[in-house]
């Protein structure tokens, strides 16, 4: 399978606990994006890497949120000091990189359920 | 700021009745306007990449046609098999970044 991978599919956590969770992009793709969706909601941007290089972050990006995605592979999401507020599907992305609208492929998303 | 409304927010048709969904957009700039399908507890499917008003894209029982201020997505004849939902995405060019502005999806539920 060459598609989008994400790790794990499902999170249960305590509030307060921190999470990460892991992206591997397809493997030509240089961007790698993050988006989160909750329930009835459409996906919202979060903050995408240009190969290894963090270029912009949402608003909707708080101080406990932090993403890395070393050497330009696989990228990490983690949320430190989990709150209710954060229970969402987390979905990546990936593409390649262009001037034209590029479409973006995504992963199965990691739901996080925080108690 | 870059805005995506999709209407309606639920469908429901009888199986071969054909129908259409909307998505009006507002963006600085169309880089490209998308969409994709959502199946219950799993990621977005791309279907389409619409460039300019008044392109057209096809594949077997769906169409995306764009206009400079909407976009719609007819489905002909469907079947129970097309229940899902679908969300419609733009990408500005201000954006350097190609990021995606999401509208809050329509569902579609066909019955046999």
């Known amino acids: 399978d060459t598609g989008v991978s994400q790790d794990p599919r499902h999170k249960i956590t305590k509030r307060g606990q921190n999470v990460t969770f892991r992206c591997d992009p397809i493997?030509?793709?240089?961007?790698l994006y993050w988006y989160r969706q909750t329930l009835g909601q459409g996906p919202e941007f979060l903050t995408y890497?240009?190969?290894?290089?963090?270029?912009?972050k949402s608003r909707l990006l708080s101080d406990r949120f932090s993403a890395e995605r070393p050497k330009g592979s696989f990228s990490t999401l983690e949320i430190q000091r989990t709150e209710q507020g954060d229970s969402a599907m987390y979905l990546c992305?990936?593409?390649?990189?262009?001037?034209?609208?590029?479409?973006?492929?995504f992963g199965p998303g990691t739901r996080l359920t925080v108690l | 700021e870059d805005q995506v409304t999709q209407s309606p927010e639920a469908l429901r048709l009888q199986e071969g009745e054909s129908s259409s969904l909307n998505c009006s957009y507002t963006?600085?700039?169309?880089?490209?306007l998308f969409w994709y399908r959502q199946d219950p507890g799993k990621g977005p499917e791309f279907l389409f990449t619409?460039?300019?008003a008044g392109e057209e894209k096809e594949k077997e029982r769906l169409k995306a046609t764009l206009t400079k201020k909407e976009s719609f997505l007819h489905i002909t004849a469907p079947k129970p098999e097309d229940s899902a939902t679908y969300l419609c995405?733009?990408?500005?060019?201000?954006?350097?970044?190609?990021?995606?502005?999401f509208g809050g999806g329509t569902r579609l539920m066909v019955k046999p």
């Open positions: 890497f240009q190969n290894e290089a963090q270029l912009e």
């Open positions: 995405a733009v990408q500005a060019s201000k954006n350097a970044g190609n990021m995606l502005t």
């Open positions: 992305a990936s593409s390649r990189v262009g001037v034209a609208g590029v479409e973006q492929f």
């Open positions: 619409l460039y300019s």
């Open positions: 493997s030509e793709h240089n961007r």
């Open positions: 963006v600085s700039g169309l880089r490209g």
